[in-house]
């Protein structure tokens, strides 16, 4: 996926101030895993998130 705007309090943003997110996802063990870390230019990383989802028959 690709950062096509951004807005901040509806105000439309330049695109090079937007976050940068970075992303994986894998299968282990028959749950679906996942790592999200956004980060904002001279700011740095803002959210990291993990987890897993599991199938339940």
């Known amino acids: ?3 096509r705007g951004w807005t901040a309090f509806s105000i439309p943003m330049p695109r090079v101030l937007g976050p940068r997110i970075e992303a994986r996802e894998w299968d282990e063990a028959g749950r679906f895993h996942f790592e999200v870390q956004v980060a904002l230019p001279l700011i740095g990383p803002v959210i990291n998130y993990t987890g897993w989802l599991e ?3």
């Open 55 to 57: 199938h339940l028959a």
């Open 1 to 3: 996926m690709g950062l």
